[in-house]
């Protein structure tokens, strides 16, 4: 005759299924939980994910389909707050809008410095511009673009300055350059940060153009920085020559 069940035997029987029970629904997920102290570490390229209850990802940290660690955040509607990422291999910091705009964001494609906002450089003329058939320029006159005699920069002239605080890696100039009158002279132009010369170009017949960018990775992180533009003649002539700065702007 076989054993009996007990009712010892049946207890035991409830309580060890009530503590397989309990360790099952604690793998199965956590509704809380409070680290006192210590923390958590994921290894093996292990992720932290968050998700509302909408199914929108809010927050991820771990590695991206090439197997890069990424961090991002998001807003309710999933579009990105902050996020840290790779361009063209190199790691970037970015800020974005609602429009997904970059507001803010280090340079990747030059290794170093600001990407995003390009800054602009304030520069201010240092010469009165010449106007065909107008004797006197204190009575005041309207002019499509600023130019000079030649007889102004047989030397080298500065005819435009600024000051920067440079956060970026790279500056590019735009405006009108070239033989503003005569057919023999080549101007050119130099654009200086601290009297020393960045970026250098000649031009001879009218042209407005954007020249750049060029490196002034030396100056990073400098603050009051002058920025000049000169003119000189390459080769002499008759003539007058035009200089018309339209914009200056730090960029990646």
Same mark, same amino acid.
């Given at each position: ?10 207890? *035991? ?21 409070? +680290? ?29 389909? *090439? ?29 974005? *809008? ?54 102004? +920069?047989?030397?080298?002239? +500065? ?56 490196? +002034? ?6 603050? *009051? ?28």
């Amino acid at each position: 005759m076989g054993q009996l069940n007990q009712p010892s035997n049946l207890v *035991d029987r409830v309580s060890k299924l009530e503590r397989a029970l309990e360790a099952f629904r604690k793998l199965s997920g956590l509704t809380s939980a409070i +680290i006192r102290r210590g923390g958590i570490t994921l290894l093996d390229d292990s992720f932290l994910k968050v998700v509302d209850d909408q199914g929108t990802q809010i927050l991820y940290i771990g590695p991206n389909s *090439d197997g890069k660690q990424v961090f991002n955040l998001n807003r309710e509607n999933g579009s990105v707050v902050l996020q840290s990422n790779f361009f063209a291999g190199q790691p970037f910091f970015a800020m974005r *809008d609602q429009n997904n705009v970059i507001l803010f964001s280090d340079n990747a494609a030059g290794s170093g410095g600001m990407a995003r906002p390009w800054l602009p450089i304030p520069m201010y003329a240092r010469f009165v511009t010449h106007q065909e058939d107008v004797a006197d320029p204190g009575l005041g006159y309207t002019y499509n673009d600023m130019w000079l005699d030649n007889s102004q +920069i047989a030397t080298e002239k +500065i005819l435009w300055r600024g000051e920067a605080s440079v956060l970026h890696k790279y500056v590019q100039i735009t405006g009108v350059w070239g033989r503003a009158a005569g057919t023999t002279h080549i101007p050119r132009y130099r654009l200086k940060f601290n009297n020393t010369t960045v970026g250098t170009w000649t031009q001879t017949g009218y042209s407005g153009n954007t020249q750049g960018p060029f490196d +002034i990775s030396a100056f990073l992180d400098q603050n *009051d920085v002058t920025v000049d533009l000169t003119c000189s003649l390459d080769t002499g002539g008759a003539g007058a020559t035009f200089c018309q700065v339209e914009s200056v702007y730090m960029r990646q």
